[in-house]
């Protein structure tokens, strides 16, 4: 069965630095999505993305993230310089189309020292 | 802006034991959706409802949606160690989807 993968399972990365998450949805969907979960707490929307540009963000997503599908197959969290508040699992998302279903990845932990 | 709680916020059965999750939201849900996760991984899709009264099955978990599409029930027969882990439910709001807190299940032997 096609899966969304994402990369890295888990990366310490230290404050103040760049970090690329990475995901491959799956192939023959049109909607991606990044979500945020900080350990013990709720599933929390990032960026919703559709026909190569972002429709949706939440307050979350400030400045400091960017997405990107750079070859259309990949599909990129950027967070430009790491808070330890970010240290969290980040989840990628996609689906065929709307009111179809949502497939998640497995999480990408990120931890910020 | 919608809101879902879910209910109740922890679980703590016997297996072999039946037990239901609730899952409420403010407005009116058009799709509605449960997942599963084990603690500090992925969400595994298990049902998605959009139809007000309409019930789905896999396996031992049933999920419902009720009829004015606002309230959800998740209901597990005869409960199994496997079964353990946090359920969540997610409206599908604005083309994306947003998540009640999620019910932490605990199967105990």
């Known amino acids: 069965e096609p899966e969304v993968t994402q990369t890295p399972s888990h990366q310490v990365t230290q404050m103040g630095q760049e970090v690329i998450l990475r995901c491959v949805p799956i192939s023959n969907h049109l909607y991606f999505y990044w979500y945020r979960q900080i350990l013990g707490q709720k599933v929390e929307f990032l960026v919703s993305?559709?026909?190569?540009?972002?429709?949706?963000k939440s307050e979350i997503f400030d400045d400091q993230f960017s997405v990107e599908r750079p070859d259309g197959s990949n599909f990129t969290l950027k967070i430009r310089s790491t808070k330890l508040e970010d240290s969290a699992m980040y989840f990628c998302a996609s689906r065929r189309g709307l009111g179809n279903t949502i497939y998640f990845g497995e999480g990408s932990w990120l931890t910020v020292v | 802006s919608q809101e879902l709680e879910q209910s109740p916020q922890s679980l703590i059965v016997q297996e072999g034991k039946n037990l239901t999750i609730n899952c409420t939201s403010s407005?009116?849900?058009?799709?509605l959706y449960w997942y599963k996760q084990k603690y500090g991984e992925g969400l595994i899709f298990l049902m998605m409802l959009q139809k007000g009264g309409e019930e789905k099955s896999h396996e031992k978990i049933t999920a419902k949606l009720d009829e004015k599409k606002q309230q959800s029930s998740l209901h597990i027969t005869a409960s199994q160690p496997s079964h353990a882990g946090i359920y969540l439910c997610?409206?599908?709001?604005?083309?994306?989807?947003?998540f009640g807190q999620g019910t932490r299940l605990t199967i105990n032997p």
């Open positions: 407005k009116t849900l058009y799709g």
């Open positions: 993305f559709y026909n190569n540009e972002i429709s949706e």
């Open positions: 997610g409206a599908d709001i604005a083309q994306k989807l947003v």
